[in-house]
């Protein structure tokens, strides 16, 4: 689930549900709503509350460490967006393209993970290994065997320091997504 934080990704989904239903709206009123749901007056209190939190971390710890975004390489957009999208539930936060028909770098994300997938070369390199850290893994579990991919049908693992439900990407990525257990 996202946060706060994540309110212009959230304005951005808004308006595609929106223009997906031909109800059209601006950046900004998108931004407004979402600023409205989270109980701000408007975007601008939104958005100092945003960098206030901010901030607040630097400021009291002096020194503070945010968790890693894995970049993962791909090779075929289609089924890069078949994968991590339709089966394993992300969302695309931003797309950068250097120019029409050059390899594509985006952003996805479900909840606070954020993961880069890349088609340029050097990026990254095939046979990546990705330990994610969930809360809730044998309802993510359940949710991924309900699809019925054709191509995964990952088991839930007891491991020493945990639950582990492992996927294999279609480009030879390993993702390990794990309830890690408090002794």
Same mark, same amino acid.
């Given at each position: %689930? ?7 990704? %959230? ?9 997906? $239903? ?14 409205? %749901? ?14 206030? #939190? ?46 029409? #028909?050059?390899?594509?770098? %985006? $952003?996805?994300?479900? #909840? ?23 809360? #809730? ?21 007891? $491991? ?19 309830? $890690?257990?408090?002794?």
């Amino acid at each position: %689930m996202r946060s706060f934080h994540n309110a212009k990704t %959230m304005a951005r989904t808004l308006r595609e549900e929106l223009a997906a $239903q031909s109800l059209d709206i601006s950046h900004s009123q998108a931004l407004e709503l979402v600023a409205h %749901m989270f109980g701000f007056a408007d975007w601008n209190t939104h958005a100092a509350r945003i960098a206030a #939190g901010e901030a607040e971390v630097d400021r009291s710890a002096g020194l503070h460490f945010k968790p890693a975004i894995p970049i993962i390489r791909s090779f075929d957009e289609a089924k890069a967006r078949e994968f991590y999208l339709d089966f394993l539930g992300f969302a695309v936060d931003w797309e950068h393209r250097f120019h029409p #028909g050059a390899p594509l770098y %985006m $952003q996805i994300s479900r #909840g606070d993970l954020l993961i880069h997938l890349s088609e340029h070369h050097g990026d990254a390199s095939p046979g990546a290994n990705c330990f994610c850290r969930v809360v #809730g893994i044998e309802a993510f579990h359940a949710e991924l065997i309900a699809k019925n991919y054709k191509n995964n049908r990952p088991g839930l693992e007891r $491991q020493d320091w945990g639950l582990e439900v492992t996927v294999h990407d279609p480009f030879g990525n390993r993702i390990r997504f794990c309830e $890690q257990q408090h002794t």
